[in-house]
């Protein structure tokens, strides 16, 4: 186990609507990613964030946002919801900004339909 | 054009069969080189990281990296099926802060057959 949890597992939404996925690091980790994996593909990187700011992103628009929090864990927000939207939604936590290992979550699977 | 390729598979072997997976890549920044494992419904797993070109040995597990050719391996011996899973390369490149992203290959599915 990696110590990174993420809810819900499951998620269905409606094309336009709006989704919160969660994730709960390791305690001392300040640095936490979202990616976005597609059946069949590999995990894109949506965005980083560090003690509470984001200081990386990826090719994604700005309906996808994200939140920090001091107590380790992270939300992940996307509005206005779209059939592509749907895919494995996964969180990787870790202790610092360096080349440590990324600890994933087992992901939020999430289908719009 | 892809900045990573790998060969979707899937990939079927006999039990106890050397597995060998590929990826390659085009942008020559990609300094970090790393094999995840990922079981169905799973998140991926760590298996080998590496920097430099050349082998790193963990177990039945050989990552091999050639920067000049752009292009990384991960062979695994006397193949279990325990090994069935999906393995993703993911790389990153030496940048500045916040910018320590991985880039993902699509993965490739891999059956050991008992």
């Known amino acids: 186990e990696t110590g990174v949890t993420q809810s819900p597992t499951h998620l269905i939404k409606t094309r336009g609507q709006q989704v919160t996925l969660r994730c709960s690091s390791q305690s001392g980790h300040n640095t936490v990613s979202w990616y976005q994996q597609a059946l069949g593909q590999g995990p894109q990187f949506i965005f980083q964030y560090y003690r509470e700011e984001e200081n990386g992103r990826g090719n994604f628009p700005p309906r996808f946002s994200g939140l920090q929090f001091p107590n380790y864990s992270s939300e992940l927000n996307v509005n206005a919801l779209e059939l592509d939207d749907s895919a494995l939604y996964l969180c990787?936590?870790?202790?610092?900004?360096?080349?440590?290992?990324?600890?994933f979550g087992p992901g939020t699977r999430l289908l719009v339909l | 054009q892809k900045e990573v390729e790998q060969d979707p598979g899937p990939l079927s072997v006999p039990e106890g069969a050397i597995v060998s997976l590929n990826c390659t890549y085009s942008?020559?920044?990609?300094?970090?080189f790393m094999w995840y494992r990922q079981y169905s419904r799973k998140g991926p797993e760590l298996l080998m990281y590496?920097?430099?070109?050349g082998n790193k040995e963990d177990g039945r597990f050989t990552a091999q990296v050639d920067k000049s050719s752009k292009y990384i391996s991960l062979f695994i011996r006397d193949s279990q099926p325990s090994d069935s899973a999906t393995y993703l390369c993911?790389?990153?490149?030496?940048?500045?802060?916040?910018?320590?992203?991985?880039?993902f290959g699509t993965g490739t599915r891999l059956t050991i057959i008992p």
């Open positions: 990787a936590s870790r202790p610092g900004q360096g080349r440590e290992t990324q600890y």
């Open positions: 942008n020559s920044a990609f300094q970090y």
């Open positions: 590496t920097y430099s070109s």
């Open positions: 993911a790389m990153s490149a030496t940048s500045n802060f916040g910018n320590e992203k991985l880039t």
